[in-house]
């Protein structure tokens, strides 16, 4: 049905001796006016107090995401600030705020008189919400701070969902050693983990990991709404990674055994890249005859083929090879990272080379008769 129609209901109501006849009106046709991404605009005529005359006292406007009956009515949810109604037969209108976007919507009204007598329910209508065609504001204030060996935090002021009013839905962080342009953002390394949103006005802050040290990063946000329309471009951010300050740790239980009379057997377990995390880059193995300190460490002889460090706690073999027999040797070893940043020096092993070379053979032995 179209148009803007009544129905009379008729009611008889007999008091002291007086008989009224009470006629509250049925909006039917009421047709949903223009729809935005979060309003609908009703229309309808109004009603009367009794029946088409006069003028009514009250509105209820209900919608919902299901089709409106009498038996689910009480839970359709209400409208607020309805208008007061007019003299019977005037244009009446209302827009219902608050909505989602790209989402169907049944409305219905009921009206009352003074005495709080109700009308039957409306004809039902139904309206799909636009989609949201407003994309949050970009964001202008974004800032690179507080730089380690391998990460750089962001900070920056939260936009809206619509310009800059609401809450966004999503952020898209991302990061890159040139310069962030619209031409290259897709390029760009995308962050995991971005945080959600805040109302606008609010101050946001997230750490990007897993930089590499002594390096130049740049940084740019997009943000979207629930559909997602995406803002445009964040200006870009840029911060310097620091360069690697924490050493590898010194190792503690070198152990030289095994010796030959030209070989030693070394064992140790694995420090990290820092401290005792992670793992290291370098091993610089060194011996001498006389006890290795930190004063004379350059003096000592530098072994080759080091083997490459395994993770920290892992357990490592070397062996040194070229010895001269019967000798004293003190060994020691310092670990390097990437830098490299170089540990302590290590305990100090030592072992004795032992004498495998025999006598030579006599060659001038004689008989005499």
Known sequence: MTGTHTIRCSTTIQSRGVVLFLLTAVILGAPAGAAGANTVTLNWSAPGDDGDSGTASAYDIRYSTATIAEANWAVAMQATGEPSPQTAGSAESYTVTNLSPSTTYYFAIKTSDEVGNWSALSNVVSAITDAEQDAPAALDDLAAVNPTDSSIALTWTATGDDGTN?????????????????????????????????????????????????????????????????????????????????APAALDDLVALNATGT?????????????????????DIRFATSTITEANWDNAAHVTGEPSPQQSGEIESFTISGLEESTSYYIAIKVGDEVPNWSGLSNVATATTSDQTPPVAITDLQASP
Not at 206 to 227: I, M, Q, R
Not at 277 to 283: D, M, V
């Open 263 to 283: 070989t030693v057997d070394l064992v140790w377990t694995a420090t990290g890249d820092d401290g005792i995390i992670g793992t290291a880059t370098f091993y």
């Open 166 to 246: 609401g809450t966004a839905s999503e952020y898209d962080i991302r990061y890159s050693s040139s310069p962030i342009n619209i031409s290259n953002w897709n390029s760009a390394t995308q962050v995991q983990n971005e945080p959600a949103p805040q109302p606008t006005g609010s101050q946001e802050s997230f750490t990007v990991y897993g930089l590499n040290e002594n390096s130049t990063y740049y940084f740019a946000v997009k943000v979207a709404d629930e559909v997602p329309n995406w803002s445009g471009l964040s200006n870009v951010a840029s911060g310097v990674t620091e360069t690697e300050a924490v």
